[in-house]
């Protein structure tokens, strides 16, 4: 059997062995056992067939982010700057995922103004919904970040199951801003199981950003549901980044087995946590490498 294929396959059946009960219980009945692959966070990884090379762990500045403001933000303009910086030098982290409703994009605009902006990977995403507005979003973004370019910009939280049809003008709006190299590529953050489905079977989609972890929690679906989808992508050549990796906070008391959870199924390229500390950061990479 090949590798992928028993990854896969046993990481659905142990989701799916685990998902009865309360989240607590689910997360202490899950047993994990030693991959047959060493993995860093550092390592350099390709999102699908966009030629974007960074790190397999993106450092999240969104937990909790909403209304301009995240737990991330909160630490403050150096703290966060100071966790960024610490991050590309000391674990070798060179994706930053951001977002204009978490209010980040300063926080990683002082960070790139000490990095070489080609050696770091920036994910940002919008919720505009409409194409002038995004036009617009595009170059505000890139002036908070201070860059000339983005490398990933998603449509942010899409639920809908016509969203291809119904936003088909901001799609146009991002594929225009690829051809002239204001971004490099662009896809989306499904925040639900049709939403996702549409994504998988949309050829624009370069980059989607999928939730996923051992016990579906703030899942689109089950687990045993979900992987199928985005096995399916992986197989067409998106970028496929996972969220909700810790279940928005349900299993960080468990990091270890979330993660060693994710880099089992075999369907990520790379996955996205926000730490909130240099501690928080460094056990994440411990953890990664132990898996």
């Known amino acids: 059997m090949r590798r992928r294929d028993f990854l896969s396959r046993s990481a659905r059946g142990l989701g799916a062995a685990i998902l009865g009960g309360s989240a607590v219980a689910r997360a202490a009945l899950f047993?994990?056992?030693?991959?047959?692959?060493?993995?860093?966070?550092?390592?350099?990884?390709?999102?699908?067939?966009?030629?974007?090379?960074?790190?397999?762990?993106?450092?999240?500045?969104?937990?909790f982010g909403y209304g301009g403001r995240s737990n991330q933000t909160q630490l403050g303009m150096s703290p966060l700057t100071r966790l960024l910086l610490d991050g590309y030098h000391d674990n070798g982290l060179r994706f930053f995922d951001a977002a204009d409703s978490y209010g980040s994009h300063p926080y990683v605009a002082s960070a790139l103004k000490q990095l070489p902006r080609d050696k770091v990977t920036v994910l940002t995403k919008t919720d505009t919904r409409d194409p002038a507005g995004v036009r617009d979003d595009l170059d505000r973004f890139r002036r908070e970040l201070g860059v000339d370019y983005i490398d990933v910009v998603l449509v942010h939280c899409v639920t809908e199951a016509d969203w291809t049809t119904r936003y088909r003008g901001v799609m146009d709006v991002l594929s225009e801003a690829k051809q002239k190299g204001v971004i490099r590529a662009h896809g989306v953050s499904c925040h639900s199981f049709s939403a996702l489905k549409a994504a998988a079977a949309s050829p624009w989609v370069e980059v989607d950003l999928v939730r996923l972890n051992p016990i579906g929690s703030h899942m689109d679906a089950r687990p045993e549901a979900v992987i199928p989808v985005i096995q399916h992508m992986r197989e067409e050549g998106k970028g496929i980044v996972g969220m909700k990796i810790l279940g928005q906070g349900d299993l960080r008391d468990k990091p270890a087995e979330a993660i060693r959870y994710a880099l089992g199924t075999g369907v990520l390229d790379a996955f996205t946590i926000g730490a909130e500390s240099r501690q928080e950061q460094d056990g994440l990479t411990r953890h990664i490498a132990a898996a």
């Open 31 to 63: 047993e994990p056992e030693p991959l047959p692959n060493k993995f860093k966070a550092s390592d350099e990884v390709v999102l699908g067939k966009t030629g974007i090379r960074t790190s397999r762990l993106a450092m999240g500045t969104g937990t």
